[in-house]
């Protein structure tokens, strides 16, 4: 086999196994969380988007099956979708995908059709972190041994399992950052580019709010490097195209502006960005979450309670025949921050 086909080919085989251990961590799937079922009542349910329960009413199991699946006279009612979801706190890109799902079997509630669509999310977020990785490290073999790790993560895998939308808009976080990673500055203003970060920008939007958050630090940076190069003419592009995007995205969907601006989601965000008295707390949480649930407890904190920071350091090079490209130094850590690097077990 050529040298090049050797290692797509193993991509895929190693995925195929992935979706196979998916597969059975589904069938093991019995019991959802609340926000599970509000996943299929918004998506299906065309009275209401939420289920009344009087107290001490005795219910049937029609009551809940109304509310959970699609009925045959709505099936592909995608009308459905919109009003529950101007009512909700959430875009209804996700929504939409579930709700054609449900529409191939009406009057059956399924687990499996929410997991078929974030395997099927899972297996595009990993072809893009393998093009991702490849593009960092310019090495297919970094970008396998990531994917691999990655895929089998424990945080990765409950996230497949859990029916809402964070396996997507995973998705669309990979895309951009795949994307601007690609950017190449030339002559000649490249607008496809563009008009593909526009795209991928309004798929975000459309799937949850917080991809906003993501994509605003990405398009700083970038516009920064435009700035610092003095490529004037391509940030009124660039610009243009987030607009392009911002307004795409409200033309699609108008609750947009009230979800974020005067919803109870959105005021809870800007309160928290507003409140930077624990943030360094939070950003700590939010890594030994990540630590713990994605890394195997093989990284370390970004800030601890004293406020210690610390560096990340990349360097390429070869360890144990693995790490090939990635390699965090955490003896250098050990040696500046003695007191604060608590858990630098990576080497």
């Known amino acids: 086999m050529k040298e090049k086909y050797r290692n797509k080919v193993l991509l895929i085989f ?6 196979g251990i998916l597969i059975y961590f589904g069938n093991q799937k019995i019991n959802l969380h609340e ?6 009542g918004l998506s299906n349910c065309y009275e209401s988007g939420y289920l009344p329960i009087i107290n001490g009413q005795p219910l049937q199991i029609d009551y809940f099956l109304d509310y959970l699946t699609v009925s045959p006279k709505h099936k592909f009612d995608y009308s459905i979708v919109w009003r529950n979801q101007t009512m909700d706190v959430h875009p209804p ?3 939409m995908v579930l709700h054609t799902m449900s529409s191939f079997i009406p009057k059956t509630f399924s687990i499996s059709s929410g997991i078929t669509i974030n395997i099927a999310f899972f297996v595009l977020a990993q072809i893009l972190l393998f093009c991702l990785v490849k593009k960092l490290t310019n090495s297919e073999a970094a970008a396998v041994v990531i994917t691999t790790v990655i895929g089998l993560a424990p945080g990765i895998i409950n996230m497949v399992m859990f029916i809402r939308m964070y396996m997507m808009v995973s998705c669309w976080v990979l895309l951009i950052s795949l994307l601007f990673s690609q950017y190449q500055m030339n002559y000649k203003i490249n607008i496809r580019f563009y008009l593909k970060i526009m795209l991928a920008s309004t798929l ?6 917080y991809f906003l958050i993501f994509l605003f630090f990405m398009c700083a940076f970038h516009g920064v490097y435009l700035l610092f190069h003095k490529r ?14 911002g307004i795409l995205s409200i033309a699609i969907f108008p609750a947009i502006t009230r979800h974020i601006f005067k919803g109870g989601r959105g005021k809870e965000a800007f309160s928290n960005a507003a409140n930077m008295t624990d943030f360094l707390d939070k950003v700590n949480g939010c890594f030994k979450i990540v630590s713990e649930e994605i890394f195997y407890k093989h990284s370390f904190y970004i800030f601890d309670k004293q406020r210690y920071y610390y560096i990340f350091i990349f360097k390429r090079e070869k360890v144990f025949g693995i ?3 990635l390699c965090i130094h955490s003896w250098f850590l050990r040696t500046l921050f003695p007191y604060s690097c608590k858990d630098c077990s990576l080497l």
Do not use: N, R
Not at 35 to 40: L, T
Not at 204 to 209: K, Q, S, V
């Open 14 to 19: 190693i995925l195929l196994i992935q979706i």
């Open 35 to 40: 926000d599970e079922y509000y996943s299929y």
């Open 93 to 95: 890109l996700y929504y």
């Open 204 to 209: 975000g939007a459309l799937t949850h709010y």
């Open 232 to 245: 004037f003419k391509e940030i009124i592009v660039f610009v243009g195209s987030m607009c392009g995007a």
């Open 323 to 325: 790490y090939q490209k």
